[in-house]
């Protein structure tokens, strides 16, 4: 079993930065390839893909909307998985979830029933 805990939300104006971080713990196995994605839900909306990392390659995938703005990265160390936002807009806001899966081929995806453990989330406003 997978643990994801997020931290750092909280309310900034546009253009502002932010950095939140989601600790694992647990289970993660080695045998396969173990990826933590970040997504986020506005109100009134589907849960959406933001950005996504594979622990053993160090691959990345962001969406279209984020790219250029956010960093993923992950500290191996305290095995935890951060998302630098820079130039926030309003319609960055929303509640972000961390996200695991384990795969048998280092692909990503974007779909959140494809994952298999979620944290709680932490709730990010963008104000304009």
């Known amino acids: 079993q997978v643990q994801l805990v997020e931290s750092g939300g909280g309310l900034v104006q546009t253009g502002d930065s932010l950095r939140i971080s989601c600790v694992v713990s647990?289970?993660?196995?080695?045998?396969?390839?173990?990826?933590t994605s970040w997504f986020r839900q506005a109100p009134g909306k589907d849960r959406q893909f933001v950005a996504g990392?594979?622990?053993?390659?160090?691959?990345?995938n962001y969406a279209d909307s984020v790219k250029g703005r956010f960093a993923i990265s992950i500290h191996h160390a305290n095995n935890t998985m951060d998302l630098q936002m820079n130039s926030l807009k309003p319609d960055d806001t929303g509640v972000y979830y961390c996200?695991?899966?384990?795969?048998?081929?280092?692909?990503?995806?974007?779909?959140?029933?494809?994952?298999?453990?979620w944290g709680q989330g932490t709730q990010v406003t963008v104000s304009s």
């Open positions: 647990g289970r993660t196995p080695t045998s396969k390839h173990f990826i």
């Open positions: 996200a695991s899966d384990r795969r048998d081929l280092p692909m990503m995806g974007h779909a959140p029933l494809t994952y298999e453990h």
């Open positions: 990392i594979i622990w053993n390659t160090g691959g990345t």
